[in-house]
């Protein structure tokens, strides 16, 4: 499913118009700086949770040594923070069926 299907899905399911579903979907999901809920939750440190559905959360990975595959050369790799998802109990058990 890409996002065009899921703004017809939430429009039909709730009957709001395409354009509504849009603008909600958009509300929740834009990864422009500044927009989407999700994305400015995990710009300021915070976890969201959905209770029974997930928690989206970030992780600081930490600096690390690696290799260049291209030149075998050593590399450090900079530490950086990064997106997590982890399921909640109910959609593990949904799925894993």
Known sequence: MNKTELISKLAKKT???????????????????GEGIIAVELDAGRKLTLPGFGTFKTVKRKERKGINP???????????????????????ERVSK
Not at 15 to 33: E, Q, Y
């Open 70 to 92: 291209k030149t075998k050369e050593a590399i450090t790799i900079p530490a950086k923070n990064y997106p997590v998802f982890k399921a909640g109990k109910t959609l593990r």
């Open 15 to 33: 009957g709001l118009t395409l354009a509504a579903a849009g603008k909600a979907a958009n509300a929740i999901f834009d990864a422009t700086p």
